[in-house]
Every structure is written in C-alpha cells, then in structure tokens.
C-alpha cells in the first residue's frame, strides 16, 4: 500500500529526555513537513524539506530537530529543549511536480509527557 | 503578517446544506486548500482553488475570490458522518511548499 507511516501512535516522554517521530513515505514524493496540532488550534509547520539532505524552519522549529538523509524518511526529535512537548504531530508529504501539488497527511502520532 | 480565520464552530441537521467561510490575509497567494479531518485522525484532502470561482466535486463544492481573500466550503445533503472538522489552509510563495492553517470549524451534524 502506497502512503505516509508515522509511528508510534502514541508516545510518552519523560522529563529531560529526546524523543524521535518516525515518518516514512513509499510516494515517491520530493517534499516533506511535519506539523504540530493542539487543541483549538490550526496546524503549526516546525520543520520542512524539499529535497535530500536539506530543511528550513518553520514558524515553530525551537525544541525539535530534524534529518533528511532519504528521500523517504523524514524523523523529528523533540529535544528536552521543548518545554511544552503534549501535542498531535502529524508528517506530510507532497509531490513539487503535481498539478495540484496535494499534501497529503500521515496518521499523526499523539505525544504527552510523563 | 499572514492570518486565516473561520468560524470555531458550527452546526446542522442531516440532509440540511452548510456553508463554511474562510478569509486570509496573506501575501504570494498561491493556491487555498480544504481538509476534513475527523477527531484523532488526519487531515484528508477535500478541495483545492487557485483560480476564482466554483469547484464542485460530489456533495461538497469550494469558492474561492482572490481579490476578497474569501473561500467557503460547501456541503450538501449533509450526513452524520460529516461531523469533523474542516480546515482552510492557504499555500504562500514565501513559505516555500508548506500550508498555512487556519485554526479549523467544528462541524456537528445532528438527527
């Protein structure tokens, strides 16, 4: 089946500890993000990528890190810098030659701190 | 800066038409987007307008005027199953390939 895994679903995360989202995609597709969700509010971009070993910032990139050394992984750490980690993290991915250039989401992954 | 607003909540009765609005201010517009996403799961995509005008594809039905910075999304024949809520997501020059978010519309379609 062709799409985006993220794993764990759910994930816990102790105090002072890094944690890494793991996000796979088998599209075949150039650009990747990832997006933090809380209640009553929009996604919020943290990182993205378009190509191999290259990402930019999003509004929100202090406390996370991130690597692209294959086009089809896209991990997140959340580091014990981010001092409000309780979030739904969801990876995305989109094709940059697509007409409509449709991001299309994975199942996101649920974290809270213990 | 960039800012998208939607209504937080709305509701409606099986069968009835909905409608929900979508302004931006934003700079580099490049095309606006509707997700569905229902509670604990991801967004899926619903509609996509770069172009003023109507897209109609089944039961929902996107509008989109560029020189407004105005979408809605519209639904008809609503069902139970519709209860999610959407979100107006907006693809600027400046944010390279990334989406920006509104804050989403609690959709609940009720008997």
């Known amino acids: 089946d062709g799409g985006i895994t993220q794993s764990p679903k759910y994930l816990f995360r102790k105090e002072g500890q890094n944690v890494t989202l793991s996000c796979e995609q088998n599209?075949?597709?150039?650009?990747m993000y990832w997006y933090r969700q809380d209640p009553g509010q929009g996604l919020r971009l943290i990182y993205y990528?378009?190509?191999?070993?290259?990402?930019q910032k999003g509004d929100i990139a202090e406390g996370y890190s991130v690597s692209r050394e294959k086009k089809e992984s896209f991990p997140l750490t959340v580091t014990s810098a981010q001092k409000n980690p309780t979030a739904f993290y969801l990876c995305?991915?989109?094709?940059?030659?697509?007409?409509?250039?449709?991001?299309?989401f994975g199942a996101g992954t649920r974290l809270s701190v213990l | 800066g960039q800012n998208i607003d939607q209504p937080t909540e709305m509701t409606a009765t099986e069968g009835a038409i909905v409608q929900i609005n979508c302004t931006y201010q934003?700079?580099?517009?490049?095309?606006l987007f509707w997700y569905q996403q229902h509670a604990g799961e991801a967004p899926t995509f619903l509609s996509y307008?770069?172009?003023?005008g109507l897209e109609e594809k089944g039961r929902f039905s996107s509008f989109l005027s560029r020189s407004k910075g105005y979408s809605y999304l519209l639904l008809k024949e609503l069902q139970m199953k519709d209860s999610a809520s959407y979100l107006c997501a907006v693809r600027v020059r400046q944010a390279g390939t990334a989406l920006i978010f509104g804050k989403g519309t609690t959709l609940s379609v009720s008997s």
């Open positions: 995305a991915s989109r094709n940059l030659n697509g007409a409509k250039n449709i991001q299309y």
């Open positions: 307008n770069v172009l003023d």
């Open positions: 599209l075949n597709h150039d650009a």
């Open positions: 934003t700079s580099g517009f490049n095309g």
């Open positions: 990528s378009q190509i191999v070993n290259d990402f």
